[in-house]
């Protein structure tokens, strides 16, 4: 029988419960998406590692003999390696007028399980009929329609060379596929192309001999890759090693990593605000419905009914709507992992990054839910389930009357009217309902800001990086380092108005026992290309002699303006030079340091050198396209980037995906503030029907009945929205802090003043679209039974 | 001229043959029978009945809570039987008083802002001291609802009902929820606020001895007028007993 009323109970409030069971459900959603989307991305990157037999290390060398790499092999954990061959080149197609980046990496003549081993896509492996035979990254050939049995014309070490495709490839390598200077994937401008070992030997000159060693560390050694490292870079220390990189450091897996373990960090935090808030607004309605059905529980008390038959009948009225709220959420939370997993596959390249069916993940999803609804329950109804049979059969004793802090100001008081009088009164009496109506508006408030000031922080990220600190509109960087004729000759290129160089001088930053490998970037006295800028926008002056560190890493060196820091360059002669540290200054790229060029080429005891060439175009079309063909057909260059390109496709993928997530974002929060302000304003509604019908016979039309309601919801929900300001922006001071150890960027806190309009605009809209619900129920209801004057 | 030629030309409002008939699913409850009634401007009168005899839906009627089925009602020669939810509410702002049986004041007010509620509303409004002094309650405006005794709070309901000045005052039970001492010196009040506004008030009760201290008396039975009655020395409060 009490099942009965049970459903009974649930018919009548279907609405409200509907609510919280929607607020629930977001939550859940967001569980089971970001968790599945988690699992999806971790199971994929650990099955395709396996599969390739993803590398533990890289090191790059000048040049090694194989016959020596035996020292290699016999370091305690390095447990097998692979030597290759991997230069950079320019590939040229008819149909692109700007030159194309290519990386060339080697491969063993024949398939035995190599390490970071290719999947094909098309076609098959080395075949053997060719030498000049390549496998070409997949997403490459495919945006340029490459295919099986075509040929592909490639720059190799000064030398047109035409290349036989017999296949395309994805590589756990390449999961995520960056070009030089690229932070998205670019396959329209960047690509893979593995060619034979054998090939690649007589092309590079490089007999008997490789640039690259990859490797797989022993088990016990793979979580601690660095000092077996350092063994690696002693014994190849004759041959020039440039890098050494252990897997957690290799650029495609940072930016897959990184992203999975964000995903694991929100997984918990976003779904959690939603819940709290369900269980406060759960724990309203379930306040209400005890003292309501206060005399029934007594009545059923004295007919025999234990209190845990009594507590479990509202129990079970939580529960309901925790399953309902679940099951919803579980099957939004799956779809949106899907189509999450739909916007990873275009930027991450798995042989098979599928979306899978976790029912563990889904489990605990409705696990969580019912446990917050019975929370929510449990502590609005224990207040009415501890009274004995004879009390709680009793009326309910009216509440305390008495005046409101607010009441002590007596002029400001008086200045109010009637109905903002009761309004104040109403809020700030019912403090559990108001509280949680403002926890909830916070909440919400306070995710719309932070999704606000994150785009801001892209946008401005972009600006700042793209306008105000490059400004070129096309860098070449040269193979290798060169002298003034260099950028003489590319001032004169077609199209050209200025030409700028840079010395871009890789190197490890030595400062006593503190090292980080980086480069210094050589700049002109008078640069304009290039314009470094601290984090409010002010251009740092580039002084004569000393270098100009970035903040970042100037805390890894402990090093202050002043000090005198060694430079041990990577390339070139690898003479260890002493600089000053002129100066020290924030910016929002992690770890950058600044030099006059001339200062640094007289530190690398070189008159002038140049690694590349910043232009400024004069806008001709035709020039453009002459200046791309000249370049194309340049053997010295090693790569070139048209900053509008860049812009534009950082602007089309990165910012138009943010759209989608405001528009989730906009949405989530609007179920928050929506199921609240109507989850309070119908109990609200209900208690007080006796005091709406007596306004209406009073003469109150319903729309004036309504305001009074609206009130109060306003009341409420611009307070919580202002407190959920400081909260966005706390949330993303948060966010920012924790890329405090991200060596790429440090993320910018934007506030202005349309993130906080734009926030108070929708939860005030959101106010007043709950409002028209409870303002439809005030013409809808029977007055006359509220004013107990019916027959 | 007669009693009924006065009040002929003294109506204030009109009801003709007024029926009201109640859906209840499937079940059609007719709980007013052509019901014909004048009330003059300034008159003082009880409708007396039994529970279910319709007294309370005819107040629903005559206050603009609620419509008739068929007949009609006229106020001050308009009709109100058809009249719009707007058209209603403005009849029941400028023109009507309600006293309720359990008073129904807003418990997060106090008695001069239940007071002022009415009154703000109203086009000829009374002062709002003013008429909590004439109903005894000078010293007792700041008070809420739950600080003031079952008959203060009905003493509240009187002066909200009088603030907005209303051309007719109806009074639902007024002494139904007040012990017997009580709702006499509340009876009291309003006999004298009659006396003092003009106001035409009408008792709604099914307390025989209640309807002693009005001059008229309407007597309903299953819905309809089963007599009507006039008192030719309407008892004082104090007097009556029940």
Sequence with gaps: MLDRKLLRDLRRSAGLLAAIASIIAVGITCYVALTSSYRNLSEAKARYYRKCRMADFWIDVKKVPLAELSAVSSIPGVAEIQPRIQFSATVDLEENQEPITAMVISLPESRDTPLNDIVLRQGDYFTGRRAEEVI????????????????????????????????????????????????????EHFGVFYVRQRFAEEVFDFHGAANQIVGRLAPEVRDQPDPVLEQAEIVLEPYGVFHATPQRLQMSNQFLSSEIEGLGNIALIVPTVFLVVAALVLNVLMTRLARRQRTTIGTLKALGFTNWQVGSHFLKQGMSVGIIGGVAGCALGYLSSVG??????????FPNLASGFYWQTHASGIAISILCSLAGSYLGARSVLRLGAAEAMRPEPPRRGGAIWLERF?????????????ALRTVIRHKLRSSAGMFAAAMGAGLLCTGFLMRQGQVFLIDFQFYKVARSDVDIVFHDELGRDALDEAARLPGVDWAEPQFGLACTFVNGPYRRKGGVTGLAPDARLTIPRDTKGRPIPMPASGLVLSRRLADILHAEPGDTITLEPIVGERRPAQATVAQVADSYLGVTAYADIHYLSRLMNEEFVTTGVQLALDGDPKHQAQLYRQLRDTPAVASVTARHDLIEQITDTLLKHQFIFIGLLITFSGVVFFGSIVNSSMVNLAERQREVATFLALGYDKWRIGNMFLRESLLINVTGALLGLPVGYGLMVVTAWSYRENDLIRFPVVPSAWIYLATLALALAFTFMAHAVVQWNIHRMNYLEALNVKE | MSDNDGRQDNVLLRLEHVCRTFQMGDVSVEVLKDVSIDIAKGEFLSMVGPSGSGKTTLLNLIGGLDRPTSGTISYKGRELSNASPAELTRYRR???????????????????????????????PLDVDRVLGMVGLADRVDHFPSQLSG????????????????????????????????????????????????????????????????????????????????????????????
Excluded at chain 2, 152 to 170: G, S, T
Excluded at chain 2, 203 to 219: D, E, P, S
């Design chain 1, 136 to 187: 070409v990254s997949d997403s490459f050939a495919r945006k340029h329609n490459l295919y099986p049995g075509q040929w592909v014309h490639v720059l190799l070490n000064n030398r047109r060379q035409r290349l036989f495709i017999v296949g395309t490839a994805i590589s756990s390598e390449f999961v995520y596929m960056l070009g030089p200077g690229a932070i998205l994937p670019d396959p």
């Design chain 1, 340 to 349: 999450m997993t739909l916007v990873y596959q275009r930027f991450f390249e």
């Design chain 1, 410 to 422: 007596k002029r400001l008081w008086g200045m109010l009217s009637a109905p903002w009088r009761l």
């Design chain 2, 94 to 124: 400028d023109e009507v008083g309600f006293v309720f049986q359990f008073y129904n004041l807003v418990p997060n007010l106090t008695a001069r802002e239940n007071v002022m509620v009415a009154a703000e509303i109203s086009s000829k």
């Design chain 2, 151 to 242: 008959g203060e709070q009905q003493r509240v309901a009187v002066a909200r009902a009088i603030a907005k000045n209303p051309e007719l005052l109806l009074c639902d039970e007024l002494t139904g929820a007040l012990d017997f001492e009580t709702g006499k010196r509340v009876l009291r009040l309003l006999v004298d606020l009659q006396a003092e506004l003009g106001t035409s008030v009408v008792i709604i009760t099914h307390n025989h001895a209640l309807a002693q201290v009005t001059r008229r008396v309407i007597h309903l039975r299953s819905g309809r007028i089963s007599e009507e009655s006039i008192n030719d020395s309407p008892m004082a409060p104090e007097e009556i007993v029940w």
